[in-house]
C-alpha cells in the first residue's frame, strides 16, 4: 500500500485530503506544522507529499526540498489558496507540482497520476477522467 503525507495546518483541506486518499486506497497520514512532518519525513519517508505552501515559520516548498533529499522519487504535491507563477516554477524545479485552492478530486487524481507515472510508481486507483 502506497502511503501518503499530508501537510496542512487548516483541519478542513487535511482532512479532506485523508478522505478522498483514503477512498483512492493510499495508508495517509496528517500533521499541521512543518516540525511534525519533517520528523516523519526523516524517519520513514512516504512515497506521496501533499503539502500547504503556507506552514507557520516555514513553507512547503522548504519541506519539499527537505523531502526530495530524504526520497529522491517521492511524489509530491505543493498546494496554496493563491497563485504565484515564481512559486509554481520553484516548485517544478524540484520535480513538485503546484495545485491552487480550491481543487477538484479529480484534477487531483490526474495530478496524481501524472506525477506517479513519472516516478514509475503505481498509483492504487485510477484517474476519474481516465
Known amino acids: 500500500m502506497l502511503r501518503a503525507c499530508v501537510v496542512d495546518d487548516d483541519k478542513a483541506v487535511s482532512e479532506m ?7 483512492r486506497g493510499f495508508q495517509v497520514e496528517c500533521y499541521d506544522s512543518f516540525a511534525e512532518a519533517r520528523v ?3 524517519g520513514s519517508p ?9 506552514l507557520a515559520g516555514y513553507n512547503g516548498l522548504q519541506l519539499a ?4 533529499a530524504y526520497r529522491p522519487d517521492m511524489v509530491i504535491i505543493v498546494i496554496s489558496g493563491w497563485h504565484d507563477r515564481v ?10 507540482r503546484y495545485l491552487q485552492k480550491p481543487f477538484s478530486p479529480a484534477s487531483l487524481d490526474g495530478m496524481l497520476q501524472g506525477l506517479c507515472a513519472s516516478r514509475s510508481v503505481e498509483p492504487p486507483f485510477r484517474a476519474a477522467s481516465q
Not at 87 to 96: H, K, M, P, Q, R
Open 87 to 96: 512559486l509554481e516554477d520553484y516548485a517544478s524545479s524540484l520535480g513538485a
Open 65 to 68: 526540498t527537505m523531502a526530495r
Open 46 to 54: 512516504p512515497d506521496v507529499l501533499v503539502s500547504d505552501i503556507r
Open 17 to 23: 485530503l485523508w478522505r478522498w486518499l483514503t477512498m
Open 40 to 42: 516523519q519525513l526523516a
